[in-house]
């Protein structure tokens, strides 16, 4: 395990603001993860090897997206033992985000809310970075995987989505193993109506028309993820779920694994954290307040989607038993960040070993 245990930075980095923290963190792991220091906070990957929409991972656990919106740290997060990594949300042009402060803790029920607002440097940059990781060179015969995700710039009117989304898609494809389609942050104005049904609709057509293009361009085929809301009732998640199959299924109704969901994103949402400190302070709302909204999601999608769909669960992983209550709802793999921050990198450990131990 990592020779420098979390629980000794903790109390430091919980002493700074939310931002400050994470940004002092990242800047660490950028600056030593390529040096001999990785040792400080590296660890085993778990071998466990899964393979889902075409793709083998060397386990069934992953990073999502939002702490490295810049992929500015790919390799040092590869040494932390994630089978898989995401970064972003990238956009097209590079953006601030919303106003500072927009991250607060609530310790209390181990939860962040976050309203960041896609604040990236932009494609190219992020692009640079990513082409500048090393860690297919480096992890042997089964590599960690990476997933980039794609989302709209803030000024980009909602009717033109679309061209953003195929913007970034253009660009991140020679890169990525598979690309996340963003839908779902609840801190950029208007993103979550692309969830509607016609929105989604035409969104997916063209995201795959362009995907088909690209596979044939490059000579290679990778799958695309729709990221969505934890706040969706049962008729929503059906809607969703009926455009996912139209676009993600063959004639005979079976998964191309072409296509797949991640759920969920962060929640608006209050009733956990009724109360606290920062409860009211608007944005999306992760940690282990999420657990179960994201589970319920997850069940329903599976039921309705069938067992060949690929479907990642992401939302209120905080310990080894909630990473297993994921694929016991139907999830084929996990994601954690906010966990990452409350609980170091020896949750990806732990969280790796209890669902290979399932298998069995």
């Known amino acids: 395990m990592s020779l420098f245990p979390y629980g000794a930075a903790r109390p430091f980095l919980f002493g700074l603001d939310p931002e400050a923290a994470h940004e002092l963190t990242l800047g660490a792991i950028a600056r030593v993860q ?25 386990n069934r656990v992953g990073l999502a997206a939002g702490l490295d919106k810049n992929a500015r740290c790919i390799d040092g997060l590869a040494a932390m033992g994630f089978g898989f990594v995401e970064v972003g949300t990238v956009t097209p042009k590079g953006q601030p985000g919303n106003p500072k402060p927009r991250m607060f803790r609530l310790p209390e029920r181990q939860a962040l809310i976050n309203r960041l607002g896609f604040n990236n440097d932009g494609l190219d940059a992020f692009l ?12 042997g015969a089964t590599p960690m995987r990476l997933g980039l995700n794609i989302g709209k710039n803030a000024s980009t009117p909602i009717e033109r989505a679309t061209e953003d989304y195929l913007t970034c898609l253009d660009g991140v494809y020679p890169h990525a193993d598979y690309v996340t389609v963003n839908i779902s942050s609840p801190n950029t104005q208007n993103l979550r109506s692309l969830q509607s049904d016609a929105a989604l609709d035409a969104l997916l057509g063209a995201v795959m028309e362009r995907r088909e293009q690209l596979a044939q361009r490059h000579q290679r085929r990778i799958p695309v993820f729709v990221k969505i809301a934890p706040d969706l009732d049962e008729a929503q998640i059906g809607v969703i779920a009926e455009t996912l199959r139209r676009h993600g299924c063959r004639a005979d109704g079976q998964a191309s694994g072409e296509l797949g969901v991640i759920a969920t994103n962060t929640t608006l949402s209050r009733e956990a954290v009724k109360g606290l400190r920062h409860a009211e302070e608007a944005g999306g709302l992760s940690g ?73």
Do not use: M, W
């Open 34 to 58: 390529h040096s001999p220091l990785t040792c400080l906070y590296s660890q085993p990957r778990v071998s466990d090897p899964f393979t889902l929409a075409g793709l083998q991972f060397p």
């Open 128 to 139: 640079a970075n990513v082409q500048r990781a090393r860690f297919r060179r480096d992890g």
């Open 288 to 360: 282990a307040p999420v657990l179960e909204a994201s589970n319920r999601v997850i069940r329903a999608l599976r039921t309705a989607l069938g067992a060949s769909f690929p479907i990642i669960g992401v939302g209120g992983v905080l310990s080894a038993r909630d990473a297993l209550s994921k694929i016991e709802a139907g999830a084929d793999l996990v994601q954690i960040y906010t966990g990452l921050i409350y609980q170091g990198p020896a949750l990806v450990y732990e969280s790796a070993k209890a669902i290979a131990a399932l298998k069995r």
